[in-house]
């Protein structure tokens, strides 16, 4: 089955810089790849998404890029504020095809420090 | 109305106790799930519902039983649950079976002593 590799587990970042997650796949039958943000105590919600037919995608100050050779994709956050706090998962999955559903990575705790 | 919502939000239950948690939602998803979060861990996958049948079950114990009494609605059964159960349960939907953006509860925090 897929196996996703989240780094880093913890990331802390001054407010207004730039925050980069990277995440890792190995089955390369996988095309869809969200990521999905929980504050403490609330919900995951996605905030982003990409599919294998596209190499980056953009939404504010949110992008995700994606490198279907290397099996890896990462998140960027850029002007970062307190708001941004929480923990992100990546994903991967077969959409519609596999039989497995999403498979989470582990988690980023991201600190935005004032 | 874009939300799936899960009662109770606590629950407290001893090993010997049955109870349910529940889940409803009304955005005409056809996919339904069911996932166990422990603490600073991601989601776990249990169950998947699609178009009220049982598609996915990821080899739960028996002690977690789930019912899709319609589209609309998804329970989970529980009973003889052991203290290592205590977890968020999430209740999550999608337009399709395994396909798009996942809409997620607020969750069931349950507690087994």
């Known amino acids: 089955g897929e196996n996703v590799e989240q780094h880093p587990s913890t990331l802390s970042v001054q407010e207004g810089d730039s925050a980069v997650i990277k995440c890792t796949y190995s089955?390369?039958?996988?095309?869809?790849f969200p990521w999905y943000k929980q504050e403490l105590g609330k919900r995951p919600q996605l905030i982003i998404d990409i599919r294998s037919n596209v190499g980056e995608k953009k939404d504010q100050r949110i992008a995700v890029t994606l490198n279907k050779t290397a099996k890896h994709f990462s998140l960027h956050i850029t002007e970062t504020q307190p708001e941004d706090s929480a923990v992100y998962f990546c994903a991967a999955s077969i959409e519609g095809g596999g039989a497995d559903g999403l498979t989470f990575g582990k988690g980023t705790h991201l600190i935005i420090q004032p | 109305d874009t939300e799936v919502t899960q009662t109770p939000k606590h629950l407290v239950m001893g090993m010997t106790n049955k109870k349910s948690l529940k889940c409803e939602q009304h955005?005409?998803?056809?996919?339904m799930y069911w996932y166990k979060q422990k603490a600073k861990k991601p989601p776990e996958l249990m169950f998947v519902?699609?178009?009220?049948?049982?598609?996915i079950n990821e080899s739960v114990p028996s002690r977690f039983s789930p019912e899709c009494p319609n589209s609309s609605l998804l329970n989970l059964h529980l009973h003889a649950l052991q203290p290592e159960d205590s977890a968020l349960y999430l209740c999550?939907?999608?337009?399709?079976?395994?396909?798009?953006?996942?809409?997620f509860g607020e969750g069931s925090r349950l507690t087994v002593l």
């Open positions: 999550a939907s999608s337009q399709g079976f395994l396909a798009g953006e996942l809409f």
């Open positions: 955005m005409g998803h056809r996919a």
């Open positions: 089955d390369s039958a996988s095309n869809y």
């Open positions: 519902y699609s178009y009220e049948k049982l598609s």
